[in-house]
């Protein structure tokens, strides 16, 4: 049992080894040392504060309590008064059933509310301490692993305890408490020590088991999502040796104490070390030597075979300074023994072998943790403090002194300092509870900001049923209507007979783009396109009609050049993705702008117009302008060159609106009375006339009375990109100013309107992102956020962008179930052509939408098909339909 230093430094590196293994994902599942992590990331800074209750359930004595914790200012940190009661613990209930522990642990909570005086009615928020290793996914949860020590109650191995907890207190009944974080005792004592001395990142516990928890860096705890910060990991070292890892330090007494646990196999490292069992090692060991003759003129008495005769309390008094040999006397005699000044001598001997063993290997472990947190930092040397708790470090004279001194012999060049947790660990499960009880109040208000967001089957319905008005009154001639049904004079899709060489352009989405297409008759696969992006700047949008104009010849010319087609005179189709009055294939009046869109002069005029006469003013290339057509047009136009089933296009983009093929005898604005037509609904103006107003919410009503175009295209300002970062940016504001995010500090960034573009949402809500990943695009827009920021974040931006996606999934039902009756249908397949930034770069929106439309249009089987080319080469087809006509 005599353990030199090398033999330490070993063991050191053993358990080293051991704490990767079950860092490490991989390696968890096999490992012995389970290294748990706990789920709490710093130690106490001294904004805690709040009254709670607590239990103490592990240790050798049970324990509630009453903790208060007063707020400090600045380095002073606040003061914490606590009253507690110890009840007894009876024996059976350890072995019995689960239940009827917890129901003991509920029983003597209530009892110690009566004899505070505590009130019944108000509810008390609860710190949980329990001493054994659980599974953490949040602070107030914990599945026991396995039990340890001398508790083996049946029926909780793999529950939550805090569950079972809860349950018994609603068994009791009475009262009405709230069970906020549970931790374990190593974690509690850290906590309570850290209170006072800021280093203090280890928490040590030896006393009836033995267990420590550390800080970790995040970035290793594979089984913790994020890289940033730390977290402290509860290592339950306890377990060190279950795989055989110290076979060769174990001793024969060793084996006899394991095999004879209430967990042979288990806790190996456990067994050498705490005080459930340094006793029976002495005991085993005397027992032995007075077999061989050694001791007591080979004299054994019936209480020195008895399992448990010798306590730690034994061991401990035996090796008192100053009374430890009459002490020993004392004991051998109780158990019936007669010992001589030289067997009192040797046993006392026993019994420090023994401890030292016990402390040494602690020194080893705790070696091993010290400089890991020392590798981990890169540091030469480091400043620490380890909390203590336990009644071996407590009760037994020598061992704090021997403890110290040879881990700072292992560790020269560590200055370690080790505290004595004065008053045991429910001080600190009180200081996690209060950093858990913010988190929690943090939570129920975010949640209560975002409801508003949440729509029910019932609202999406009612959307179904206000968006189908919209479409019907749209498409009579007179009255009013939000939703504005423009006749596209597009009678039908492409049937592949299409061929030619077009320009497109297409103005009004992100970009501007100019496009060559090359239609081969009914080689569809083989269609060439050549594009060019253009941007338009802000001062273009919002300047004069004829710059706008003007600066899109430029680009025409540009394109033109680089095609080397400047003299080829080509058939042109112009996306225009603006509502436009139309009265023939190749005019349109603009209605009204939307999206970014202002520029002079244009509302009441015709687009193609003003386009041909930029070309003229520039006199330097020609283009024979055949068809103007909306977005969503060219979208479907494009999507049914592959798919003959497409007879609807979808834009979720900048902007959002949809077209569909609609027969000709329900548009009473048109004369033509068979067949169908393309109509560009503008259902982004649903709402315009209030009716969505049950819906909206305040973050709304800020982004349209911010926007250029207020109280127009309501829909469209709760579905598609230029808003929804808007709206998440306003519900952020909302969160900051009522200190639930970024430390309430409202920074230029957030105020500044645009900066959250659809691509960031997008990145946010983006699944495989890490959560540091998140905090870095959060960065870049200047906004510095801690881990909690940016899960709420990434919240705030989920729940805007779902209802966006399940409100045009309301308003497709309503659509295809339009077209589904149109043709006196049961059943209705068709596809949906789709383009924008939106659909195809979100990760979730398509899904939600097409989810919605299943649900709300069962009648229908919709396939969305994403537009491969844009809605550019939809308008060159439509110019190729309208130009063969022509021939
Ligand atoms: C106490 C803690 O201070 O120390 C207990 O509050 C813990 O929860 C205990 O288990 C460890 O010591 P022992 O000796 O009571 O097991
Ligand atoms: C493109 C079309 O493919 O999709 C544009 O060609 C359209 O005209 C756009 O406006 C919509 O997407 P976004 O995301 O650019 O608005
Ligand atoms: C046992 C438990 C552990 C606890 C320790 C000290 O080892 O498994 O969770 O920390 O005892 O009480
Ligand atoms: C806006 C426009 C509409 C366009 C849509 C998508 O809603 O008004 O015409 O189709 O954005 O770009």
Known sequence: ??????????????????????????????????????????????????????????????????????????????????????????????????????????????????????????????????????????????????????????????KDVVQALREAIDRTGGMDVEVLAMVNDTVATMMTCGFDDQYCEVGLIIGTGTNACYMEELRHVDLVEGDEGRMCVNTEWGAFGEDGALNDYITEFDRDVDATSNNPGKQIFEKMVSGMYLGELVRLVVLKMAKLGLLFDGHVSDALRTKGKITTAHVAAMENYKDGLKNTKNLLTDLDLTPSSDDCVAVQHVSTIVSFRSSNLVAAALAAILSRIKQNRNLRTLRITVGVDGTVYKK?????????????????????????????????????????????????????????????QEQLQLVKTRMRSGLEAGLKSKGPSTIKMLPSFVYRTPDGNEHGKYLALDLGGTNF?????????????????????????????QGTGEELFDHIAQCVSDFLDYMGMKNAHLPAGFTFSFPCEQTAIDTGTLVSWTKGFKATDCEGQDVVSMLREAIKRRNEFDLDIVAVVNDTVGTMMSCAYEDPQCEIGLIAGTGTNVCYMEQLKNIEKTQEKTGKMCINTEWGGLGDDGSLDDIITPYD???????????????????????????????????????????GHVTEALKTPGIFQTKYLSQIESDRLALLQV?????????????????????????????????????????????RENRGLDHLNITVGVDGALYKLHPHFSGVLQETARVLAPQCNVTFLPSEEGSGKGAALITAVATQKQE
């Not at 020269?412 to 950093?435: I, Q």
């Not at 881990?787 to 659509?815: F, H, N, P, T, W």
Request: with cysteine.
């Open 701 to 743: 009503i800020e982004v349209n009375q911010n926007s250029i175009n207020p109280g127009k295209q309501r829909f469209e300002k709760l579905t598609s990109g230029m808003y929804l970062g808007e709206v998440v940016r306003q519900v952020l504001l909302d969160l900051t100013r009522g200190g639930l995010l970024f430390r």
């Open 513 to 541: 783009r100019a496009l060559l297409v090359n239609f081969k008759k009914g080689l569809q696969q083989n269609s060439r396109l050549y594009h060019k992006i253009y941007t338009i700047p802000l001062e273009i949008m």
């Open 396 to 456: 037994h004279p020598q061992y704090p002194k021997r403890l110290h001194k040879v881990v700072r012999r292992l560790l020269p060049e560590c200055h370690v300092r080790f505290v004595l947790s004065d008053s045991g660990s429910s001080k600190g499960a009180a200081l996690v509870t209060a950093v858990a009880q913010r988190l929690a109040s943090r939570r129920r208000q975010v949640d209560e900001t975002l409801s508003p967001f949440k729509l029910s």
């Open 775 to 819: 905090r870095s695009i959060l960065q870049q827009l200047g906004l510095d956020s801690t881990c909690e920021d940016s899960i709420i974040v990434k919240e705030v931006c989920g729940a805007v962008s779902r209802r966006a996606a399940q409100l045009c999934g309301a308003g497709m039902a309503a659509v295809v179930d339009k077209i």
């Open 1 to 158: 049992m005599r353990l030199h230093d090398d033999q330490l430094k070993e063991i050191s590196a053993r358990f080293q080894a051991e704490m990767k293994k079950g860092l490490s994902s991989e390696s968890n599942a096999a490992a012995a040392v389970k290294m748990l992590p706990t789920r709490v990331r710093s130690t106490p800074d001294g904004t805690e504060k709040g009254q709670f209750l607590a239990l103490d359930l592990g240790g050798s004595r049970f324990k509630v309590l009453q903790v208060k914790v007063r707020e400090g200012m600045g380095i002073r940190r606040g003061g914490v008064e606590m009253e507690e009661k110890i009840y007894p613990m009876p024996k059976e209930l350890l072995i019995g059933r689960g239940t009827e522990l917890f129901d003991h642990v509920s029983e003597s909570l209530k009892d110690f509310l009566h004899e505070k005086n505590i009130s019944l009615e108000k509810k008390h928020p609860l710190a949980f301490t329990f001493s054994f290793p659980c599974e953490q996914a949040t602070l107030n949860q914990g599945f026991l692993l396995n039990w340890s020590k001398n508790y083996r109650a049946r029926g909780l191995q793999g």
